[in-house]
């Protein structure tokens, strides 16, 4: 527990109590009555602010649209240009700032008032992400043109504590999948005898090597690689990147040279291609085999292509998940839906039946739970039913079954 | 008087009654469903904005919010509805804040007279809490309150905020920091 846990716990509990007085629900039910049977008319003071604020929005509007249109860019010379409100340029620079475009959204702050709210923060934000965001500029540039001792000097520049993160972590990989698709090419020409390649080679990313690298290492003394990587490696990187015929042609390189292992990864992968062909006719069981294969080609890690699948299995099973529930089948629902967010992480509508079943089965326990001295037998069914609805884990689940057996 | 949720009840309270009542021209249609989950949402509120007639405000303002929404369909299911109505306050509480920033208001009014002793600590608690979490930008308070205070999950806190777990999990770890910086050697 850190030091500030214990205060926040003792707040929690303090204000856990707090509750409305049947005065407030009293005029809570009454402004929604209001507002239920009449269409208020704003008082005269409001029509006024609205009517100002009509104002200001088509000026605003006017504003950006003549901006748009006289530089067709987003900035503004401060000598000739139309000049936005502070309100819509505060708005855009936080736009901006949402995108990471952190330079661009300096050179609009630094514009506007200092005492504007919020100006202030952000530009000091802004004073920190911008080197980051160039450094990240500079890494792209060079992967690009494939220096890669530049690109890791630059990524190196990059603050621990950025909020362009993401960004800078799909750089790293992509300097990785680099990196390694040179170490094979400098492994295959050790082993043909072509030492002047093979030092050319691993010179170029003796520089890249990080303590944070998945990949095998360089001996910086002898320039050679040491803890040689899995030989299938680079052809899996391929794949995870959704790059197909390119990682097939690298495991079957490798398996030219009679690894076994790369042999099995190229097969699975040729078979993984064929079922992705069809996978718009793939169902729920065959969207299955598909993320079971993926895992076992990566070794748990999922890639890009499998991705696309999983969304397609979350839906399928979302949709069963829907039926279930809607038949009142909460146990099967919940199992649905737990499954589709497994294959899709990001599935919003099996959050949102797991999270409306956890609702559902809180409401049942409590239902349970006022019937128990009345009803037993009835209270003991609904018990059953919140533990087929819920987590074996969850507290209500836990107490159910304690219910369960106390009544029985 | 502190009030109770009639669980059990809720399904009922919205799915079925709540929308024939109101078409039939029921004004009191919403009174249980107000009753239900009023509760959640004034302490939300009071959480956020770290004051009681502020958080009254912004529970009124989103029940009338939700009659509008109500009336324009914009939601069928009653966990959708609560999870709205969870959003709207959250961010009618924000609101309040960035209003009392640019006003330079006191948080809080002189407490009432005669008030009971459990309410009164409530409050001071309540001032605690926000002049605690001040440093904190505004959707890492949010998400901070959400996830430590209410007890949601961080799926729940994403559904709530509009974003994705990632976001939820980065304000949070950011929330912390910025406190165990300011609060860790206190």
């Known amino acids: 527990m850190s030091d500030f846990d214990a205060p926040l716990a003792r707040m929690r509990a303090a204000t856990e109590g707090i509750a409305p007085t049947e005065r407030q629900l009293a005029r809570w039910q009454a402004a929604v009555a209001l507002a239920l049977t009449e269409r208020p008319r704003p008082p005269r003071s409001r029509l006024w602010m609205a009517v100002a604020a009509l104002a200001a929005g088509i000026c605003v509007l006017a504003g950006v649209g003549a901006l748009k249109t006289a530089t067709g860019v987003h900035r503004v010379d401060a000598t000739g240009g139309p000049v936005l409100t502070e309100a819509a340029r505060f708005h855009f620079a936080q736009e901006l700032i949402q995108d990471d475009h952190w330079l661009e959204a300096r050179y609009e702050l630094r514009k506007m008032s200092p005492g504007y709210p919020g100006v202030a923060g952000y530009l000091a934000r802004a004073e920190r992400e911008v080197p980051n965001e160039l450094a990240l500029d500079a890494a792209n540039a060079a992967l690009e043109r494939g220096d890669l001792a530049a690109a890791s000097k630059a990524l190196d520049r990059v603050s621990a504590d950025s909020s362009q993160y993401a960004r800078a972590q799909q750089l790293r990989h992509a300097l990785d999948?680099?990196?390694?698709?040179?170490?094979?090419?400098?492994?295959?020409?050790?082993?043909?005898?072509?030492?002047?390649?093979?030092?050319?080679?691993?010179?170029?990313?003796?520089?890249?090597?990080?303590?944070?690298?998945?990949?095998?290492?360089?001996?910086?003394?002898?320039?050679?690689?040491?803890?040689?990587?899995?030989?299938?490696?680079?052809?899996?990187?391929?794949?995870?990147?959704?790059?197909?015929?390119?990682?097939?042609?690298?495991?079957?390189?490798?398996?030219?040279?009679?690894?076994?292992?790369?042999?099995?990864?190229?097969?699975?992968?040729?078979?993984?291609?064929?079922?992705?062909?069809?996978?718009?006719?793939?169902?729920?069981?065959?969207?299955?085999?598909?993320?079971?294969?993926?895992?076992?080609?990566?070794?748990?890690?999922?890639?890009?292509?499998?991705?696309?699948?999983?969304?397609?299995?979350?839906?399928?099973?979302?949709?069963?998940?829907?039926?279930?529930?809607?038949?009142?089948?909460?146990?099967?629902?919940?199992?649905?839906?737990?499954?589709?967010?497994?294959?899709?992480?990001?599935?919003?509508?099996?959050?949102?039946?797991?999270?409306?079943?956890?609702?559902?089965?809180?409401?049942l326990f409590m239902l349970a739970y006022s019937l128990k001295d009345q009803d037993p037998d009835q209270a003991v069914e609904k018990f059953k039913l919140v533990i087929q609805m819920t987590a074996a884990d969850s507290e209500d689940s836990v107490k159910a079954a304690k219910w369960i057996r106390e009544l029985q | 008087v502190p009030v109770t949720p009639a669980l059990g009840q809720v399904e009922n309270a919205f799915v079925e009654e709540a929308p024939e009542r109101a078409h039939a021209g029921d004004p009191h249609a919403f009174d249980l469903l107000i009753r239900i989950t009023s509760p959640r949402l004034y302490r939300l509120a009071a959480r956020l904005t770290g004051s009681f007639d502020d958080a009254e405000d912004v529970v009124q303002e989103s029940f009338e919010k939700m009659v509008a929404a109500f009336k324009a369909s914009a939601f069928m299911s009653r966990s959708a509805m609560e999870a709205w109505l969870y959003r709207v306050v959250a961010n009618g509480a924000l609101k309040v804040l960035r209003k009392r920033k640019r006003s330079r208001a006191l948080a809080e009014q002189a407490p009432p007279r005669g008030e009971v002793p459990a309410r009164a600590e409530q409050r001071a608690e309540l001032a605690i809490l926000t002049s605690w979490l001040l440093e904190l930008p505004d959707e890492q308070r949010v998400a901070l309150v959400l996830k430590e205070l209410e007890g949601l999950s961080t799926t729940e806190v994403a559904s709530v905020l509009e974003c994705t777990e990632g976001a939820v999990e980065q304000r949070l770890v950011r929330a912390r920091a910025t406190l165990r910086a300011r609060y860790g050697n206190e």
């Open chain 1, 177 to 363: 999948v680099r990196t390694l698709e040179i170490m094979v090419l400098a492994q295959q020409a050790r082993g043909e005898g072509d030492q002047e390649r093979m030092k050319q080679l691993t010179d170029s990313i003796l520089a890249v090597r990080r303590s944070d690298m998945t990949g095998p290492a360089l001996d910086l003394e002898s320039g050679k690689v040491v803890g040689a990587p899995r030989p299938e490696e680079a052809g899996v990187l391929r794949f995870l990147e959704g790059d197909l015929t390119g990682a097939i042609a690298l495991e079957d390189d490798c398996a030219t040279k009679s690894v076994v292992k790369c042999k099995a990864t190229a097969r699975g992968m040729r078979e993984f291609a064929e079922m992705y062909k069809k996978l718009e006719d793939l169902d729920a069981h065959g969207l299955k085999k598909l993320l079971a294969l993926d895992r076992e080609i990566t070794d748990g890690r999922r890639s890009k292509l499998a991705k696309t699948a999983g969304i397609k299995l979350g839906a399928t099973l979302c949709k069963s998940a829907t039926a279930a529930r809607a038949a009142g089948q909460y146990a099967r629902a919940g199992e649905l839906a737990s499954q589709a967010r497994l294959a899709d992480p990001e599935n919003n509508c099996a959050s949102a039946i797991l999270s409306d079943l956890k609702i559902r089965a809180h409401d």
